[in-house]
């Protein structure tokens, strides 16, 4: 046998390690399963058993079928949590988030499971229903077991002789700058998956860039097929720019001859990747941004619920300070203690934004929109404090709970700037993909009024793409921690 077909043998034995890697951590999962389930038995009922409620007689095997349950549940969540993937058996940074949540679901699955069971257990043979004491130790337990035999899987894998049948060989057809943004992304987390091997050159042109330090330099184009046929790489990734639709569909011809994945790196798309899916009308496939969080209606909904409770109660818990405010506003100034400003929302749809005056009225007047800058002339003298406080926001907890904006998003603008940034600031515009908010993640990590604009949309878009409700709340309890330079 040469070293060709050698090499090409031991590439299509790699998806035969996988399976067995999973079967073996699947397996090596229910075990941790069955131990904490029955170590969290033996501590509630040998080690607490007089603590709560007391429940004689109870004994390993009538909890066996609750035991099987949480065994089965618990591995269903897991692989709905992705755990058995390559990158989070590798990665234990990444996996122990999701190990979290994956416990949290199995738990409220398992307990209201047992809820509902039980009553027919207890007429068919009188067994005692699950101590409640165990049910919140279990997951707990499980938790703790669970994220050490990760740990300890990780090391074991990174240092076993398969480890390197688990890392898939990546090859890049074509380099230029998305290729090394797309190459950085990869060898940025010591646990990914993929390691490049190198690139080889697109048709009829060479290298956009030079390859970056230690990568391999695999030929010219004609040369992909003995390349791929050769067992050294496992996928191929390219860009939308390096190939015309005829070279297009011959390399994927070819990783399809030779089964190695193909991946194409969407340049047409720079905004809302992690929101990038492909959808079917009456069977034909279109790509495009159709799945970040906040396009989910559940997810809305609760945002929305949140937001108008907090709307409501932040009204009524800012009327004081309203009130007192607005008459030192009013002392200084005669003239309306509140402040409408156009603003643009979600869609481009403009609203009129509600705060207490920190300036001098009119003062607008000769300069047109224009952000405040330090020791602003037009500034009334409570201004800066209203602004570095942030109390001149209250009142737009009115413009949240009627549904114009949310407690956190993406700061809204002025409609003069707008025209003005969405030609000057890339992907500015793509901000307005969700309501505005009072507070935001920009802000809270110091972008807050003249700020380098560039640098604000990357952490607005980054919340848009990672939104969850534990950050929303991260970002709302951040604000009240943080003091900005606000003029």
Known sequence: MNASSSANNRAKRRPEVVENTTIFVILADSLVLLGSLVLSFFIRFHYLGQIGVNEPGMTLGQYAIFMGM??????????????????YLLSPRKSFPRIFRACLLWFVCYLAALRLI???LAQADQTSPASRLYLLMAPCVLLFAMTLWRYVLCKLIWRCARQSRLIENVLFLGWNQDCVDAGEI???????????????????????????????????FSQLSDVLRGGQIDMLITTDTEL?????????????????????????????LSGLSL???????????????????????????????GGFVGLVLSAPLIAVFGAIIYLQSPGPIFYRQRRVGQRGREFDIIKLRSMKLDSEAGTGAVWTVENDPRRLKIGRFLRASNIDEVPQFWNVLIGEMSLVGPRPERPELIRKFRDEIPHYNARHAIKPGITGWAQVNGFR??????ERVKYDLHYIERWNLLFDFQIMFLTFLKRDNAY
Request: charged content about 20%.
């Open 70 to 87: 949480g065994i089965v549940g618990a591995l269903v969540i897991f692989g709905h949590s992705h755990l058995y993937e390559n990158q």
């Open 118 to 120: 039980e009553p027919g």
């Open 186 to 220: 990869m060898t940025a987390d010591r646990g990914s998956p993929m390691v490049i091997a190198g690139a080889i050159r697109p048709p009829s042109q060479g290298f956009a860039q030079p390859l970056s330090e230690g990568m391999k330099d695999f030929g010219e």
């Open 244 to 272: 015309d639709r005829n070279d297009l569909g011959h390399t994927i011809t070819l990783c399809e001859k030779e089964m190695v994945g193909f991946q194409l790196v969407p340049t047409c798309f720079r905004v809302l």
């Open 279 to 309: 959808d079917r009308i009456f069977g034909m496939p279109l790509l495009g941004i159709s799945r970040l969080p906040l396009h989910s209606r559940v997810n809305l909904f609760f945002k929305r619920v949140i937001d108008a409770t």
């Open 449 to 454: 009024g003249n700020t380098d604009l560039t």
